[in-house]
Structures are given as C-alpha cells and as structure tokens.
C-alpha cells in the first residue's frame, strides 16, 4: 500500500498523466456500484452547483453515488438555468451574489432582497452567511466593521429578515488549521482562530432557529470543541462538507474517538460534499479563467472523475474499513511543510466503518428532522 501523506511524486510514472483528482488511478464509476446500496436515497446539504451543462455531469455522479437530492448555494443569477438542468433534484441555500460589480451592495441591502426572491420564488428554506476570516480581504478594515464578524450589524439585519422568512441558517466560521498557521497568520487582522466564534455563539443564542455550521463547524481538527458547541446550543447542527479538509483532519482522530462523537451527535451531524461545478469543468476553453476553481476539470469525463472523488473519498472514509493515500491532491499539506510535500501530495484516508443506524442518520435522516423543525 502507498505511504500516506507522502507526495506521489515519488511513483508517478514517466508518461501517465497525473490527475490531481484521482491520484490512485481509480475507476470512479466502476468504484461507485462497490459501495453498499442505500436503504434511501443520499441527500447532500452543502452544494455550489453552477452552469447549465456541469449540472447534468454532476447529476449522473450523483446518481452513481445514491444521491437524490442536493441543496445548492448557487447565486440568485444562476438558479434558472440550474433548475433547468436538475428538476426537482436540487433545492436551493440563499446566497449572495458573488458576481455583482457592487459587492458592498450584494452582501448587505442586495443580500436582503435576494434572500426574499430565494424564498417566494425559488422555496428556499435557507439563507448563507458566509465569514470565513478572508472575508476581511473582500471589506478591509472599517468598511467591514459591520460585515466581517457574524454578531456585525449587517449580519444582525440578515438574521432577522431569515427569521421573518422563516428560514433556517448555514454558517462558515473559521477555516482549517492549516491556515490560520500560514495564510492568517497575520493575527491583528484576521484573530485567532477560537475568536471567530465568540460572535456565533452570541448569534447562535439571540437567533433560535436552526443553524447548520458548514465543514464540521469550521473545526474538524477538535471534537471536544465542537461537542462543547453543540452541548451549549440546541439549535446548532454541522456538515460534513469540505471534503479534502475533511478528509485529512478527521482521518487523524483514532477510530473509537470518531465513532464514539457521531454515535453521540447522531441526528445533528448532515451529509455534505461541497462539490463545486462549473461549465468550464466540460470544456478546454476556460471563459472565467480568473475563476479558482475553472482549470480543475476540462472535459465532461474529468469533470465526471472531479465531483465523483468528493463522493468516493467521503463514503469510503465514513462506511469502509480503508487506511491509506486519500485519491485527491491537497495543496495544504505543502502550505505547512513545504520541504516534504508538493501540489501532488495527499494525505491519509482512514475508514470508520460507521453503523448502520449512524449512516442512515447522516446521509439523510438529520437532514429531513432538520428541514422539519421549519415551521
């Protein structure tokens, strides 16, 4: 078996084409009909489905991975031609729009009145706020003070208009490990890690509905954090969602430290991928070439093998007994140790055979008891 958390590099073969999406040589669709049928259909939570031809790659993957039903944070411009592309297979998780030339306007007062078109015209039962520490790149200084911080005056406003809409809350706080060492290390402007989370549990308390704290609430790396989180809010669940972080963090817990924090936050934990699709994955001329994510895939296949690694690696940690090389590249393990890894290098995969009765929670009980408590 290959070392893990070693870089490829060091078997790749002169003339094989790497692929930074399947680094084990897999058949992803092959691999898809070797995972246990689900009792019922998946539903993933945490989704950005664009374009209206990635959309149908995305739909055969998800129907090779016993996906039925996805929500999407896809922004107010892109809903149609998604819908149009996945029927009644996607909801939708308002948003704001990323795209707009007046991005000051499109997360505050154009971020209201998106919210309420999410509602009455697309049925969406959740809103987005999204404040990951980066955010203070996008609103430096004073002219984020009312943005950047998830209890700031904005993100009051927004919570109280989803509270009207009658809307649960998906919320981005923090970001991996890896990068408040790297990236944030800058601390007078971006806080420590355990900062970004003063503001939630303040949000968390003044806003009763439910809240959904994407990517295992932003801390993977710490169950005992996040069961202290969890034990203090009621109304508070996590994703799943992130899936290279994911996968590298949670795989170093042991086994029975994993298995016991799901077995006990059994129905408050949901299944989500974070895939991401774009139609410039289904062809070689990129049109938003400044995109990050528009050069991960070029063609329908490698756009295929993209959003299926996501699916094999999250059901092989959570169902099977495997231990060894995750199949996708992650850049973070470079960020940290430069000296040791390249943009090629993956980390280790662990399985928890999770139990039945958690699997059923995860992949879509938690979700339906959640949309549930909507009133």
């Known amino acids: 078996m290959p070392s893990v958390e070693s870089s490829s590099a060091e078997s790749h073969r002169p003339g094989v084409v790497r692929d930074a999406n399947n680094l084990i040589g897999l058949d992803y669709r092959a691999e898809a009909a070797k995972f246990a049928p689900r009792p019922r259909p998946i539903i993933d939570i945490h989704t950005h489905i664009l374009g209206s031809q990635a959309p149908r790659v995305y739909l055969d993957v998800a129907a090779a991975y016993g996906v039925g039903m996805t929500y999407s944070q896809t922004p107010l411009p892109g809903v149609d031609e998604v819908r149009d592309a996945m029927g009644d297979r996607v909801g939708f998780i308002a948003c704001p729009n990323w795209s707009s030339p007046d991005r000051s306007r499109a997360f505050r007062e154009g971020?209201?009145?998106?919210?309420?078109?999410?509602?009455?015209?697309?049925?969406?039962?959740?809103?987005?706020?999204?404040?990951?520490?980066?955010?203070?790149?996008?609103?430096?200084?004073?002219?984020?003070?009312?943005?950047?911080?998830?209890?700031?005056?904005?993100?009051?406003?927004?919570?109280?208009?989803?509270?009207?809409?009658?809307?649960?809350?998906?919320?981005?706080?923090?970001?991996?490990?890896?990068?408040?060492?790297?990236?944030?290390?800058?601390?007078?402007?971006?806080?420590?890690?355990?900062?970004?989370?003063?503001?939630?549990?303040?949000?968390?308390?003044?806003?009763?509905?439910?809240?959904?704290?994407?990517?295992?609430?932003?801390?993977?790396?710490?169950?005992?954090?996040?069961?202290?989180?969890?034990?203090?809010?009621?109304?508070?669940?996590?994703?799943?969602?992130?899936?290279?972080?994911?996968?590298?963090?949670?795989?170093?817990?042991?086994?029975?430290?994993?298995?016991?924090?799901?077995?006990?936050?059994?129905?408050?934990?949901?299944?989500?991928?974070?895939?991401?699709?774009?139609?410039?994955?289904?062809?070689?001329?990129k049109k938003t070439p400044g995109h990050p994510k528009s050069d991960q895939a070029s063609s329908p296949s490698s756009a295929f093998d993209l959003y299926a690694s996501r699916y094999w690696a999250l059901r092989t940690m959570l169902e099977s007994d495997y231990d060894g090389p995750s199949p996708i590249a992650d850049t973070d393990l470079m960020m940290v140790r430069p000296g040791e890894h390249d943009e090629w290098s993956s980390p280790r995969l662990r399985g928890f055979c999770l139990s039945p009765g958690v699997l059923d929670d995860l992949y879509r009980g938690a979700a339906e008891r959640f949309w549930g408590t909507l009133t």
């Not at 890690?193 to 994407?214: C, N, Q, S, T, V």
């Not at 996040?226 to 899936?243: F, I, Q, V």
Request: glycine fraction near 8%; charge should be neutral.
């Open 111 to 285: 971020y209201l009145a998106d919210m309420e078109v999410f509602r009455s015209r697309h049925g969406a039962r959740m809103m987005k706020i999204w404040n990951a520490p980066r955010l203070r790149d996008f609103f430096p200084g004073q002219e984020g003070a009312d943005l950047v911080t998830i209890d700031g005056a904005w993100r009051v406003k927004q919570l109280e208009a989803a509270r009207d809409l009658g809307m649960a809350v998906m919320v981005h706080v923090a970001d991996p490990d890896t990068w408040f060492a790297t990236r944030y290390a800058e601390a007078a402007k971006y806080g420590a890690k355990r900062d970004h989370y003063i503001g939630l549990e303040k949000m968390l308390d003044r806003f009763g509905m439910p809240w959904l704290a994407a990517h295992m609430g932003g801390w993977p790396e710490d169950l005992d954090f996040l069961a202290g989180l969890l034990t203090r809010h009621p109304n508070l669940h996590l994703d799943c969602s992130a899936t290279r972080w994911i996968v590298r963090e949670i795989s170093k817990h042991p086994r029975e430290v994993f298995t016991a924090f799901m077995e006990r936050w059994r129905g408050r934990i949901l299944f989500g991928s974070d895939i991401v699709t774009a139609d410039d994955h289904v062809r070689p001329e």
